[in-house]
């Protein structure tokens, strides 16, 4: 079955980067996009980018400057690094998969999400 | 960007009763509206897509409906299990994917 899972540092220093890893199961990231979103505590989702079955990227404007998306298709992994942190980027961060049609898609498939906390 | 304004942030119903979580895009989003169910401790949960269409799974006490615009969820005769925190987000133009802010559906 689908199965999603997100993996990093709990604890990350304010300025410094925070790099997670998304281990997908169940299907190929060849054939599925990914993507991150996150979510400040008590507060509500945000979507950070996306890592496309082809390889290609897109990043939400607002974020766009200090992150990055890659893959390793070899370990069914998605990566986010995003430099430059601060307090306000502390928060649960999930990774999650498409269902789509030929016109629109939709997040089917969820992992549980990891809490990074930025604090000195 | 689409904004999506979501309402109420707060409903208290009891178990049996029926409820409605409503959300309001910034611009015609056509049918492409979704809703997803947070719990602690679980991943989101996919409920409805394309406005109204179950996804597998969803228990059919689940309605969505609303074009446009406007969009409502609909849950009939509460069961224990749907209490938790709701969202909605359009899925007609991105990037960027846009949420609502959450109903936080609790327990009378």
């Known amino acids: 079955q689908v199965q999603l899972k997100e993996s990093g540092p709990g604890l990350v220093q304010p300025s410094q980067t925070l790099s997670l890893t998304c281990t997908v199961s169940?299907?190929?990231?060849?054939?599925?996009?990914v993507h991150w979103v996150r979510q400040p505590p008590g507060k509500g989702l945000e979507w950070m980018g996306r890592m496309r079955y082809n390889g290609d990227t897109s990043y939400n404007s607002a974020l766009k400057s200090r992150l990055s998306i890659s893959r390793d298709t070899s370990k069914n992994q998605v990566f986010l690094k995003m430099n430059s942190l601060q307090t306000d980027d502390t928060g649960t961060y999930y990774c999650?998969?498409?269902?789509?049609?030929?016109?629109?898609?939709?997040?089917?498939?969820w992992g549980q999400g990891t809490l990074v906390t930025v604090s000195s | 960007d689409v904004q999506m304004t979501q309402s109420p942030s707060n409903l208290a119903a009891s178990p049996g009763e029926s409820v409605s979580i409503n959300c309001k895009a910034s611009?015609?989003?056509?049918?492409?509206l979704a809703w997803y169910q947070q719990k602690p401790g679980k991943a989101n949960k996919l409920l409805i897509y394309s406005g109204s269409t179950l996804q597998s799974g969803t228990p059919s006490r689940f309605s969505g409906s609303g074009s446009g615009t406007d969009f409502t969820l609909t849950i009939r005769n509460l069961e224990p299990e749907d209490f938790g925190l709701y969202y909605c987000?359009?899925?007609?133009?991105?990037?960027?994917?846009?949420f609502g802010a959450g109903t936080k559906l609790e327990l009378k």
């Open positions: 999650t998969r498409e269902a789509y049609t030929t016109d629109s898609y939709w997040f089917a498939y």
């Open positions: 169940g299907f190929s990231l060849t054939s599925y996009n």
């Open positions: 987000q359009q899925h007609n133009e991105y990037p960027p994917d846009t």
């Open positions: 611009k015609s989003i056509s049918k492409y």
